[in-house]
């Protein structure tokens, strides 16, 4: 027990982070954030594909220090971990976004802005550069335009455009919790309360209708060709599992492709993105860079997703728990961490930086190492 006026510990990783948060969040928020779609079957997978993998480290190397530094679309970054985009952070703090892209900079790295944010983009572009804008093409293409123009003006870097939520998947959670936004919360990149609000609904999730109401469920390839018509913005599909779709997303312009399935969040039994991650970068073969996210918790999930092919990974619900913990200090504070892990588990493989990160430092946990 903390003695009166003594500080409290900060949390040592992101699972005493996660625990911390289930103690704050409300327990529609806990849901939104926690939860997947239908039995979790893949939000489980996507943290069970790391153990599937073992690191097999060198010694005698030499090393007197390391850096996690990288670039990503020659971006200066501090270490290879962006922020996902995920919505709604006012959910988890009174600041929302505004803390988010703070404790983003204050670890010099990128945040990526929903949609979904509950602070407006020209807002989050007072805080300067990095930062991506995400995007939910709309049924009303007037909308998505806009968004996207708004983007480029405020300041955004890149566009990473959301393609597998033709529908939303079964999240049981917010069924059951009846999700809908708070009082005096909005999806503040939009303009109209049609658009801005998510109402309780008599029975089910708010989010699932307003999503079958206005999100365009039929996307194809040549809207990934309109997108990148509308402003310079690099353009970066997330959602991708496909080998055979990350190379036609390439094909179409995109600058970079994130592996992802939503964080288990869409079609249950879906692939791990880990599991997805050596055949998306071996289709891509160099001709652009491959991010991925879900399950990211530690410095060694980050070194495998690197040697399985990633130029860097993406943390979405750890962001929510840093958050409701600490703000903009939380977020912060858990990038650090990964960091600090990332760091120490580079010199522990022998390894001076990212960029000498192979699949020659793994192995299958299953299969026995040979020279």
Request: net charge negative; with cysteine.
């Amino acid at each position: 027990m903390t003695a009166i006026g003594e500080t409290p510990a900060l949390p040592l990783n992101l699972h005493e982070y996660e625990a911390a948060a289930r103690e704050l969040l409300s327990p529609m928020a806990l849901g939104y954030v926690s939860g997947g779609s239908c039995d979790e079957v893949t939000l489980r997978a996507n943290r069970a594909a790391f153990d599937r993998w073992r690191l097999l480290p060198r010694v005698m190397r030499g090393l007197r220090e390391t850096s996690t530094a990288t670039t990503v679309l020659g971006q200066d970054v501090s270490l290879p971990v962006l922020i996902a985009p995920s919505g709604l952070h006012r959910l988890a703090h009174d600041e929302g976004e505004l803390a988010t892209i703070r404790g983003a900079h204050g670890a010099c790295t990128i945040h990526t802005l929903s949609t979904a944010s509950t602070v407006p983009m020209d807002i989050i572009g007072q805080e300067g550069p990095p930062w991506w804008f995400q995007l939910y093409v709309f049924s009303d293409r007037g909308i998505s335009r806009d968004l996207v123009e708004q983007a480029a003006a405020a300041g955004a870097s890149a566009l990473v455009v959301t393609v597998d939520v033709p529908l939303l998947g079964r999240r049981e959670a917010d069924e059951r919790n009846r999700f809908s936004l708070p009082d005096g919360l909005v999806m503040a990149n939009l303009q109209t309360p049609k658009h801005m609000l998510i109402p309780a609904t008599e029975g089910g999730s708010g989010l699932r209708t307003y999503i079958g109401a206005a999100w365009e469920p039929a996307l194809t390839w040549d809207d990934l060709d309109w997108l990148a018509s509308l402003s310079p913005l690099p353009v970066i599909p997330k959602g991708i599992l496909h080998p055979d779709d990350a190379v036609r997303a390439f094909d179409h312009g995109a600058r970079a492709v994130i592996v992802s399935n939503h964080g288990g969040r869409q079609l249950d039994s879906a692939v791990a993105s880990l599991d997805a991650l050596p055949a998306v970068a071996d289709a891509v073969a160099g001709r652009g860079e491959v991010l991925l996210d879900g399950g990211i918790r530690r410095g060694t999930d980050v070194l495998k997703a690197l040697a399985l092919g990633a130029r860097a990974v993406l943390i979405g619900r750890p962001v929510y728990w840093g958050l409701a913990v600490g703000g903009e200090d939380g977020v912060r504070h858990i990038l650090e961490l990964l960091r600090a892990e990332l760091a120490l588990d580079l010199m522990l493989c022998g390894l001076a930086s990212p960029a000498e990160v192979t699949r020659e430092l793994l192995v299958r946990a299953d299969t026995p190492v040979t020279r």
